[in-house]
């Protein structure tokens, strides 16, 4: 699908749909994957099932019965960060591609969610505190809090100090790589905040499905501290950390396990009858008050 991406640039995004639909059934719903600073001239072929590139997610939701979004982000003039205007570039190819003629009524828009991995991940994250039209979130070892990313050296370093223990791949994979902080967090705090989805997790709405392998070169504590947010404020998160995974998720019995609860998860907020009774598709939950303002207890004191 070509369109048009910061600055006028022609770009193509690429939707898969599902192989074959029921008759007299709904419009698919529609799960964008997205991955910041990529463009596909072509389709990325490290997706396709028939090589065996580890990346198969986009094509196994296709048979699941999804529409799915592979969205050309490639970097811009992206004075404030990664983060910033990120949901707004992707809901421009989302309302894109639904004008285009031959995908008219190949999926139903208001039923939109988003899965992402590693930096992916981070993008699903940081554009559900963006915007409310999202109706669930996946993400996978991903990135969440830029002032713990700079910083890390990860257990693996620490299990093998004769190895190092330099934080020079994380501090220049924040400043200088894919997180574009451009200055160290004392230098630039406010870059930092903007641009660190759990610094926004009171903004985050959808439910949200967060998936993270315990030996992953980015901590699993950027995981844990996504869903400590979300579940301090008693809104829809789940954590499902896989023992002895690394950042591409490897074993047989977890692979498994992945695809099966993420699927299960997206059934039961974007498509209708699945789960809900009647076949209405599920909005988004109502979050409670932020905890930041929720009146607190009285602290209990040794008598």
Do not use: C
Request: aromatic share 8%; proline share 12%; net charge neutral.
């Amino acid at each position: 699908m070509p369109h048009a991406g910061p600055g006028g640039i022609p770009l193509t995004s690429w939707v898969l749909l599902p192989p074959t639909l029921a008759p007299n059934s709904p419009p698919p719903p529609l799960v964008v994957w997205p991955y910041p600073g990529s463009s596909f001239p072509t389709f990325p072929a490290y997706m396709d099932v028939r090589t065996g590139g580890g990346l198969e997610t986009p094509a196994l939701l296709a048979g699941q019965g999804f529409a799915v979004l592979i969205p050309s982000l490639p970097d811009g003039d992206q004075a404030e960060g990664p983060a910033p205007g990120l949901a707004q570039r992707v809901l421009e190819i989302v309302d894109t591609a639904t004008r285009q003629p031959d995908l008219r009524g190949a999926f139903d828009p208001a039923r939109l969610g988003v899965w992402g991995v590693s930096f992916g991940g981070y993008a699903a994250l940081a554009m559900a505190g963006q915007t409310d039209r999202f109706s669930a979130v996946v993400a996978q070892a991903a990135p969440a809090n830029l002032f713990s990313m700079h910083g890390n050296f990860g257990l693996r370093r620490m299990a093998l100090p004769e190895g190092g223990l330099g934080v020079a791949p994380s501090a220049g994979w924040t400043e200088d790589l894919q997180a574009d902080m451009r200055a160290p967090p004392w230098a630039a705090v406010d870059r930092y905040v903007r641009n660190s989805p759990v610094l926004q997790a009171d903004r985050i709405r959808a439910p949200v499905l967060i998936l993270h392998g315990e030996l992953d070169t980015i901590p699993v504590s950027e995981a844990q501290q996504v869903f400590s947010s979300l579940f301090r404020q008693g809104k829809d998160a789940m954590l499902v950390v896989y023992w002895g995974e690394e950042h591409r998720i490897a074993s047989p019995g977890a692979i498994r396990d992945y695809h099966q609860r993420a699927f299960a998860f997206l059934d039961e907020n974007l498509k209708p009858g699945s789960a809900a009774a009647g076949g209405a598709p599920h909005e988004p939950r109502q979050a409670r008050a932020s905890a930041s303002v929720s009146p607190r207890p009285r602290p209990w004191r040794r008598p």
